[in-house]
């Protein structure tokens, strides 16, 4: 009797090297599901644990947290009062050069009150309002008195004197101009006050 060989199946063959790997794959699938379990149970426990931590740190954030805005506004503050002294510093700048020049200006309406040649006269004038000029623009106003209210802010009283001219407690006479600049007295009108 002769057997018949049966044709064979194609069957695929497997390589030895991706036996291993897939021994190794289903081992660590099996870890993992384990791994995956454990860390589970862990995270399970670990609520508790999780409440105190935060808690804790909150506390030891807040006095950083305090300390990091109290540095914030003293930082602003600072900022603040170095811009405020570099305006006050352009500002008043020119405040010793202008106080020497009022005595030049006074000097100037002096000569104006006395008897001159017309065209003399109307030199120093334009001399004048040319030299008044220049003060305003840099910042520099006359601190108007006659007929006002005393105000010790800005006059200074170095007479009392009984008039009918103005009320009492007025200014009734002024006797030296006084100056301001960009605000600021640089210089009290010197004044006389009505009784």
Excluded: W
């Excluded at 057997?3 to 993992?32: F, H, L, M, R, Y």
């Excluded at 603040?80 to 020049?101: F, G, H, M, S, W």
């Excluded at 006395?114 to 910042?139: S, T």
């Amino acid at each position: 009797m002769t057997q018949k060989n049966k044709p064979e199946k194609d069957i695929p063959k497997k390589d030895p090297a991706q036996e291993t790997e897939t021994v190794a794959d289903e081992a660590v699938n099996e870890e993992g599901s384990c791994g995956e379990q454990q860390a589970q149970e862990e995270q399970a426990e670990a609520p508790e644990e999780a409440k105190e931590e935060p808690a804790e740190e909150q506390e030891k954030e807040e006095p950083m947290k305090d300390q990091y805005l109290r540095l914030m506004a003293d930082f602003q503050n600072y900022k603040r009062r170095v811009e405020k002294e570099r305006q006050d510093t352009r500002a008043y700048a020119n405040e010793k050069i202008v106080t020497e020049l009022l005595t030049v200006l006074d000097n100037f309406d002096r000569a104006m009150e006395h008897d001159a040649d017309e065209g003399f006269k109307e030199g120093m004038q334009m001399i004048l309002d040319q030299f008044n000029d220049v003060l305003k623009h840099a910042g520099v106003e006359e601190i108007v008195a006659e007929k006002e209210v005393f105000d010790p802010n800005v006059h200074n009283a170095v007479m009392m004197e009984d008039t009918d001219d103005v009320e009492s407690g007025c200014v009734s006479c002024v006797l030296q101009k006084g100056y301001k600049l960009n605000g600021k007295v640089i210089r009290p009108a010197m004044v006389k006050v009505a009784n």
